[in-house]
């Protein structure tokens, strides 16, 4: 799906004497300026969109006009600290493309206890080298069924636990002052069945019924499900879960997240109401959550339809109007290629890169970078502008989500690999490393997720003598393939699995858990101390990290691939203006070497940036088991 480049005639006048209708006493000419220029630049293409969603009949006009008269009033609320970085970022627009982008993320209350335990992590988190942080769905949810927080019930409250909307912002505002932008879930295909809409619609008020799918018996439904398929069978089965009152509601993931319906034009308002409010609250960038599932079309499977793309580049132009420093980050674990159609400026810029950190752990697992590479070399070039957000793994499970045509291109059965990667990270596989905990299970067909921690992934908790350079390796690969690499915090001193999950009674069942351990206090404790397993992976990371930090050739995204001639050796190039850096890393669990004649075009010597030493390319190299270099050619 192509982004909307069209642009339409000139507002209406009487949208636009609505608008400005909206302006208040206390706006100044300088700020309803800025405002009026952005609108004029983007209402049309908001309307464009707006009318291939939904039509222009007089509901439709009716709410894209409420829509735009939304977006002044939010941009006349912005905080001007938060104007003032909107103007800063217009100068800068390529600011998340730096080498310095260093990405961290957590749940509040595992790291930190509560919002004001996390301000208190700040100067660690600059020590660190953070310049970005995600952090884990917070908002009001119920106690007892909220997918880790996915199970939104308000926007505009934080669960009380960790404290206040008040205290929210002014951790934003601490952050921003430290040089670390705030990352917050977007979670929009869905609200908690406990959401004040939800609870209006299971009164029967038609207009928040409106608001989801919610039909009387299975007829619909039935129809729905012949082509859908089902996200979490363990949960329910189907798309649709009953209500009390007999009535049938949508609910993709789990029973108590009701699926919002977007062909309503007053969700999309709504939505966008809530997604403004968290702009003003100082969000730099929103996780667009599910974005695969947003739109529903009968006779179809409901995911990465068209419309879905529609929709979010018409959030995008929402934002552009009233928050514009504002980034999305898409979240699709699809197929890659429809992964990468969710990233454009219209659209997300940046994206998670479930591709790279699942070829990660299958080179890992097979000691072989065929797929990893083919991957860098055909799927890691995205729209200029934009930027992948590279991780090593997440709060999620992992999934094997490589193209099939790709895997069968190598000679590799795409079933049996799969089966092969979930035996050995679940241990059932001979000599495995990996101790990692299968997610939605099907021992018959050996079809699973993974659920763990890197170092409890990568052997440590296994023992395995390999493990803390796995880490490093792995690591090292997000550090300089470009784009932001994202650290999930306590992987950084070596936090293994937490089976403690098991013994409370609303985790027990979702062994995603497993990998979501309490901050590893004695872990960081010993961060420093070279000799414990902890120090020895941080002081490692925090070395790349501050390598990274000075390497101009690492900024952006653009890299060259390099075959190494050997299939355990992954290679690619990453050009700056003047220089190239070269990065070889050896999967193997043993040397392995690449010849003279496969180096025979570099020049005789280079720098190894993380070492300081020189290398001799014209004899060959031989790199130690898990050893990676990034050597500075010229």
Not at 35 to 63: N, T, V
Not at 519 to 528: N, V
């Amino acid at each position: 799906m192509r982004p909307i480049d069209e642009r339409t005639e000139a507002t209406p006048l009487p949208l636009r004497d609505r608008v400005s209708a909206s302006r208040r006493d206390t706006t100044t000419d300088a700020d309803w300026a800025s405002f009026e220029e952005r609108f004029d630049a983007e209402s049309p293409r908001l309307g464009e969109l707006f009318r291939r969603i939904y039509g222009d009949g007089a509901e439709a006009s009716e709410q894209l006009a409420l829509l735009a008269i939304d977006c002044a009033q939010s941009w006349q609320r912005r905080p001007a600290d938060l104007r003032a970085l909107d103007s800063r970022r217009a100068t800068l627009p390529d600011w998340y493309q730096s080498n310095r982008m260093l990405g961290g993320v957590c749940y509040v209350d595992l790291y930190a206890g509560d919002l004001t335990g996390l301000r208190s992590r700040i100067p660690y988190f600059r020590e660190l080298g953070l310049t970005y942080l995600h952090l884990m769905p917070l908002y009001l949810a119920p106690e007892d069924n909220s997918d880790g927080g996915y199970a939104v019930s308000s926007y505009r409250a934080v669960s009380p636990s960790l404290g206040t909307m008040t205290q929210l912002a002014e951790l934003a505002a601490e952050l921003r002052a430290n040089g670390i932008s705030l990352v917050l879930d977007f979670i929009f295909n869905h609200t908690s069945d406990e959401h004040e809409w939800a609870r209006k619609a299971l009164a029967g008020d038609p207009e928040h019924e409106a608001f989801y799918w919610i039909y009387p018996d299975r007829t619909m439904p039935d129809e729905f499900e012949r082509t859908v398929r089902e996200i979490f069978p363990d949960d329910h089965s189907g798309s649709f879960v009953p209500l009390p009152d007999g009535r049938w509601v949508w609910a993709t993931f789990h029973s108590f997240q009701w699926d919002l319906n977007y062909r309503n034009p007053a969700v999309f308002r709504a939505m966008a109401g809530e997604m403004l409010h968290l702009a003003n609250l100082g969000v730099d960038v929103l996780r667009m959550d599910a974005v695969a599932f947003i739109w529903k079309q009968l006779g179809t499977s409901s995911e990465n339809l068209p419309e879905a793309h529609l929709l979010i580049q018409a959030f995008n132009a929402v934002c552009r109007i009233a928050a514009p420093s504002v980034l999305f980050k898409s979240e699709a674990i699809v197929h890659p290629d429809q992964v990468a159609e969710y990233i454009s400026l219209e659209e997300c810029q940046l994206s998670y890169n479930p591709l790279q950190m699942a070829l990660i752990w299958n080179s890992l697992a097979t000691r072989e970078v065929g797929l990893l590479s083919q991957a860098l070399e055909r799927r890691h070039a995205i729209v200029p502008g934009t930027a992948w957000v590279n991780y090593v793994r997440s709060h999620d499970d992992i999934g094997w989500t490589f193209a099939d045509e790709d895997a069968a291109e190598l000679g590799i059965d795409e079933s049996d690999h799969r089966r092969f990667l979930n035996s050995f990270y679940v241990n059932r596989f001979e000599g495995s490393f990996a101790r990692g905990v299968p997610f939605q299970d099907n021992p018959r067909t050996g079809d699973c997720r993974i659920s763990g921690t890197t170092a409890s992934l990568a052997g440590m908790e296994a023992h395995d003598a390999g493990a803390i350079d796995r880490i490093l390796l792995a690591h090292s690969i997000i550090l300089s393939t470009g784009g932001i690499p994202l650290l999930y915090l306590g992987d950084e001193v070596g936090q293994l699995n937490d089976y403690g999950y098991l013994e409370v009674l609303t985790h027990a069942d979702d062994s995603r858990w497993v990998g979501r351990p309490p901050y590893p206090a004695s872990a960081y404790a010993t961060r420093a101390d070279p000799t414990t397993d902890a120090g020895r992976i941080y002081q490692g990371l925090r070395q790349l990290i501050e390598v990274r930090g000075y390497t101009s050739e690492f900024a952006g995204g653009r890299l060259v691939p390099f075959g190494t001639h050997n299939p355990h050796v992954l290679g690619y190039q990453r050009p700056g203006p003047d220089t190239t850096v070269l990065v070889l890393a050896n999967f193997s669990d043993g040397p392995a070497e690449v010849s003279a004649e496969t180096l025979s075009g570099m020049p005789e010597r280079a720098m190894d940036l993380v070492t300081g030493h020189v290398v001799t390319l014209s004899g060959g190299i031989t790199l130690g088991a898990h050893r990676f270099l990034w050597l500075r050619l010229g």
